[in-house]
């Protein structure tokens, strides 16, 4: 569909395993939304995904490296950070137009 009179095209890249120990692995993976056509990028994500069945089962030291990975990520790459932004929104701003409550 359509978003603000755009259509948005995501490519989508599993990027491996990442491995925190004590039988904690998540799946990464990278996702860049762009303009059709002219390809212009517009919004980019990296992700990371575990699961598991019970709370009580993660081991915390395991834990404790996913937080700090978590954490360390954001210091990292604070610039390229957008807080409480969601990729709908951006594509909504390029036009001046401001998310709704929703989005």
């Known amino acids: ?16 395993v990442l491995d925190f120990g004590k039988g904690i692995a998540a799946k990464g993976s990278a996702s ?7 390809h212009r990028s517009l919004v980019g994500e990296f992700s990371f995904q575990t699961r598991f069945r019970r709370r ?3 081991h915390e030291k395991a834990l404790h490296r996913v937080e700090t990975f978590f954490v360390a990520l954001q210091e ?3 610039e390229w950070v957008s807080l409480s932004t969601t990729k709908t929104g951006i594509v909504y701003q390029l036009n001046g137009n401001p998310p709704t409550a929703h989005e």
């Open 56 to 58: 009580d089962e993660l």
């Open 76 to 78: 990292a790459l604070g």
């Open 1 to 16: 569909q359509l978003v603000n009179q755009m259509i948005v095209e995501e490519v989508l890249q599993d990027l491996g």
């Open 32 to 38: 860049l939304w762009r303009s059709r056509g002219e």
